[in-house]
């Protein structure tokens, strides 16, 4: 099993700034296909930032410019910088990885989902 553990979120006023944070706990081996989704109130869910097998990172058109993904390796973690904050950016934010883990023996592989964290924005 592994976990996934968002922080970070909060209130804030338009204009301003959060940094989101996700750690992925567990006997992780790798780590794949790791991102940010959003579920404003009353819409599906979506895609925020994430970053290709290649390495590169892919944005929402909605937050190019504003939010910035990265992570440590190292430390199994990722970040979502989110700045220049709008009323429309208020959601749910949720930490996605896909991550082969050790079960047993074997090796797994499973997509995780962290529990959310709420961000806030008013105007």
């Known amino acids: 099993q592994v976990q996934l553990v968002e922080s970070g979120g909060g209130l804030v006023q338009a204009g301003g700034s959060l940094r989101l944070s996700c750690t992925a706990s567990g006997s992780i081996f790798s780590i794949h296909a790791m991102g940010w989704y959003r579920q404003p109130p009353g819409k599906q869910r979506e895609l925020v930032a994430a970053?290709?097998?290649?390495?590169?990172?892919n944005y929402a058109d909605s937050v190019k410019g504003r939010f910035t993904i990265s992570r440590d390796n190292a430390k199994n973690m990722m970040y979502l910088q989110m700045n220049s904050l709008k009323p429309e950016d208020t959601a749910v934010y949720y930490c996605n990885a896909t991550i082969q883990y050790f079960s047993g023996s074997s090796l797994r592989i499973s997509n995780s989902w962290g529990r959310g964290t709420q961000v806030t924005v008013s105007s």
């Open positions: 970053f290709t097998s290649g390495g590169s990172t």
